[in-house]
Nanobody, 129 residues
Framework: QLQVVESGGDSVRPGGSLRLSCEVS????????VGWFRQASGGNQEGVSC????????YYADSLKGRFSVSKDDDRNVIFLQMNDLQIDDTAIYFC??????????????????????WGQGTQVTVSA
């Protein structure tokens, strides 16, 4: 059974950095489409970064380019989201999702998160002064 567990959320000041981890069990990360999503209190779900193994090129939401980066450790079966220069608007619950890839481009999964079947429970990121 495929399971997803996020960790690494914390409270930081503006300008700070965090690295979120997404541990996957039951399937090899190397062959999965992966995505990071977030949802602020009272807000809509937003695709942060998504990656399909078919093209291997990470997609990032326009507002996050240059600050966030996604990576995978295939040996440890873990997906990371490095977040730099965090701002108050980055406060949200961050979710990791995975699924067997159907589409070639990460953008598809970020735009259509409902297509991903396996989700973690989320990890809280709070940015405040």
């Amino acid at each position: 059974q495929l399971q997803v567990v996020e960790s690494g959320g914390d409270s930081v000041r503006p300008g700070g950095s965090l690295r979120l981890s997404c541990e996957v069990s039951g399937f090899t990360v190397e062959r999965l489409a992966v995505g990071w999503f977030r949802q602020a209190s009272g807000g809509n779900q937003e695709g942060v970064s998504c990656l399909s193994p078919k093209d291997g090129i990470p997609y990032y939401a326009d507002s996050l380019k240059g600050r966030f980066s996604v990576s995978k450790d295939d040996d440890r079966n873990v997906i990371f989201l490095q977040m730099n220069d965090l701002q108050i608007d980055d406060t949200a619950i961050y979710f990791c999702a995975v699924d067997t890839p159907v589409h070639s481009y990460g953008r598809y999964y970020c735009n259509y998160p409902a297509t991903m079947r396996y989700w973690g429970q989320g990890t809280q990121v709070t940015v405040s002064a």
